[in-house]
């Protein structure tokens, strides 16, 4: 009981668990302003921002090409208020790099860990209410819909819950190898990775799974061949397999229902929207000038772009005008509109994931153009090649786990995700202090 009355009090004392609190509450708006303010002061405060080099690198790059983007925007005007948008949508990233410069690694992981002791709290009452109503324990079975209520503190919204929790898991599990893991972090991570599963998001089941793949192939097994594998390496390595396996087992259908996403994703003829988006960003670049510099910032099919559309919104805010650019009036809003919601398109329900056009490789791509491409992507090899070169197993994990999610969508534009993405990308730095 000790124990857990010392848990307590460290937990909500920790201005890294209330940080990722504020990041995970309902209203992103005011999340993104919240952390914006506190990194204000912070900044108001003596002590300079440390921020490590592969932060440096991924931001910065992502950064630069979003610089690329607002001077093509001056190019092509459309609305200052969709750049106004686009800015607000990154300014997350920002303040979440001047907020974790000052923390360190006690101080993340403590947070991180309180963090998933609150969400699996939230999770576990969540759950007993829907069993206690469908008199079940198999809820996804009686309502197609109990992942969306399986939404820990951003209550209805449960996607960045599950990336969240995934993308914690993926460092913990890996950080256990470093020089500062302990067995500990390998629970947490299992725990991690267990809740994330509750909101029923499976496109960040499959980059997971991916990612722990993508690692344990990376390392293990080249340790394997070396004959430099050590007892702990291989019992993880069996403990990923089976907890694969179990994780598989308690999925059940809704691995059907990936694997056919998948295949939908292969049908070029008759596409989801995002395989659409796809084309759609070739003939941009094939019958205009966009190729080198884009569109210009929130023009396309950026988050930002689509907030200002009209077909975002189930109603329009109030504080966000509809200026959709020329742009996506050509060649995004006859492919992706209300009005397409309730039909079937590209073999599934017009309001899936994968007929959203969000894709952030996508974005910068199109609203950034190629310069502004070659620098995201530039910073993603460099850190990929240091995790390997440094053997940084967390931070791989991080950074595969990152670049496939932001495939399924413009999650940066989220605090819940920068924040947390920042933080472990910071915490894995240290191993290579």
Same mark, same amino acid.
């Given at each position: 009981?000790?124990?857990?009355?010392?848990?307590?009090?460290?937990?909500?004392? /920790? $201005?890294?668990?209330?940080?990722?609190?504020?990041?995970?509450?309902?209203? $992103?708006?005011?999340?993104?302003? !919240?952390?914006?303010?506190?990194?204000?002061?912070?900044?108001?405060?003596?002590?300079? @921002?440390?921020?490590?080099?592969?932060?440096?690198?991924?931001?910065?790059?992502?950064?630069?090409?979003?610089?690329?983007?607002?001077?093509?925007?001056?190019?092509?005007?459309?609305?200052?208020?969709?750049?106004?948008?686009?800015?607000?949508?990154?300014?997350?990233?920002? &303040?979440?790099?001047?907020?974790? /410069?000052?923390?360190?690694?006690?101080?993340?992981?403590?947070?991180?860990?309180?963090?998933?002791?609150?969400?699996?709290?939230?999770?576990?009452?969540?759950?007993? @209410?829907?069993? %206690?109503?469908?008199?079940? *324990?198999? @809820?996804? /079975?009686?309502?197609?819909?109990?992942?969306?209520?399986?939404?820990?503190?951003?209550?209805?919204?449960?996607?960045?819950? %599950?990336?969240?929790? &995934?993308?914690?898991?993926?460092?913990?599990?890996?950080?256990?190898?470093?020089?500062?893991?302990?067995?500990?972090?390998?629970?947490?991570?299992?725990?991690?990775?267990?809740?994330?599963?509750? *909101?029923?998001?499976?496109?960040?089941?499959?980059?997971?799974?991916?990612?722990?793949?993508?690692?344990?192939?990376?390392?293990?097994?080249?340790?394997?061949?070396?004959? $430099?594998?050590?007892?702990?390496?291989?019992?993880?390595?069996?403990?990923?397999?089976?907890?694969?396996?179990?994780? &598989?087992?308690? !999925?059940?259908?809704?691995?059907?229902?990936?694997?056919?996403?998948?295949?939908?994703?292969?049908?070029?003829?008759?596409?989801?929207?995002?395989?659409?988006?796809?084309?759609?960003?070739?003939?941009?670049?094939?019958?205009?000038?966009?190729?080198?510099?884009?569109?210009?910032?929130?023009?396309?099919?950026?988050? &930002?772009?689509?907030?200002?559309?009209?077909?975002?919104?189930?109603?329009? *805010?109030?504080?966000?005008?509809?200026?959709?650019?020329?742009?996506?009036? $050509?060649?995004?809003?006859?492919?992706?509109?209300?009005?397409?919601?309730?039909?079937?398109?590209?073999?599934?329900?017009?309001?899936?994931?994968?007929?959203?056009?969000?894709?952030?490789?996508?974005?910068? !791509?199109?609203?950034?153009g190629v310069l502004g491409f070659c620098a995201w992507v530039s910073g993603n090899v460099y850190c990929f090649v240091k995790a390997i070169t440094t053997e940084n197993r967390s931070l791989m994990a991080v950074l595969i786990f990152n670049f496939g999610i932001l495939f399924t969508n413009d999650w940066l534009a989220y605090a819940s995700f920068s924040l947390t993405s920042v933080m472990l990308m910071k915490a894995s730095a240290y191993?290579?202090?």
């Open positions: 009981m000790r124990w857990l009355t010392q848990f307590l009090s460290e937990g909500l004392r /920790s $201005r890294t668990f209330l940080l990722l609190f504020v990041a995970h509450s309902p209203n $992103r708006y005011l999340a993104t302003i !919240l952390l914006v303010l506190v990194a204000v002061l912070q900044l108001t405060k003596p002590g300079k @921002v440390n921020i490590c080099y592969t932060q440096a690198a991924l931001w910065g790059g992502f950064l630069l090409a979003q610089a690329i983007g607002l001077g093509s925007f001056v190019a092509h005007f459309s609305s200052f208020n969709n750049a106004t948008w686009a800015v607000f949508n990154y300014l997350p990233i920002v &303040a979440a790099l001047i907020l974790c /410069s000052a923390l360190s690694l006690n101080e993340i992981e403590s947070g991180l860990k309180f963090f998933i002791a609150a969400e699996a709290a939230i999770l576990i009452m969540q759950y007993s @209410v829907l069993m %206690a109503k469908y008199k079940t *324990p198999f @809820v996804f /079975s009686a309502y197609s819909g109990a992942g969306d209520v399986l939404s820990g503190s951003l209550m209805g919204f449960s996607s960045p819950l %599950a990336i969240s929790l &995934a993308m914690i898991s993926v460092y913990f599990i890996f950080s256990s190898f470093g020089a500062n893991g302990s067995k500990q972090h390998l629970l947490y991570g299992a725990l991690s990775a267990f809740f994330s599963t509750f *909101p029923g998001m499976m496109s960040s089941v499959a980059v997971f799974v991916f990612s722990i793949s993508a690692v344990v192939i990376i390392f293990t097994f080249r340790e394997f061949i070396f004959l $430099r594998a050590s007892k702990w390496n291989i019992i993880v390595a069996l403990l990923i397999v089976c907890g694969g396996s179990g994780l &598989a087992f308690f !999925l059940g259908g809704n691995l059907k229902y990936m694997l056919k996403i998948f295949t939908l994703m292969t049908e070029f003829n008759n596409p989801p929207i995002k395989v659409l988006m796809v084309q759609k960003v070739a003939e941009l670049f094939t019958t205009s000038d966009y190729l080198v510099f884009g569109t210009g910032v929130g023009n396309f099919t950026s988050r &930002a772009a689509a907030m200002v559309s009209g077909q975002y919104f189930k109603a329009q *805010p109030f504080f966000i005008s509809i200026t959709p650019s020329i742009e996506m009036q $050509r060649y995004v809003l006859p492919y992706w509109n209300h009005g397409m919601y309730d039909q079937i398109v590209g073999g599934s329900i017009g309001n899936s994931m994968i007929n959203e056009p969000f894709n952030t490789h996508l974005s910068v !791509l199109s609203e950034c191993e290579m202090a």
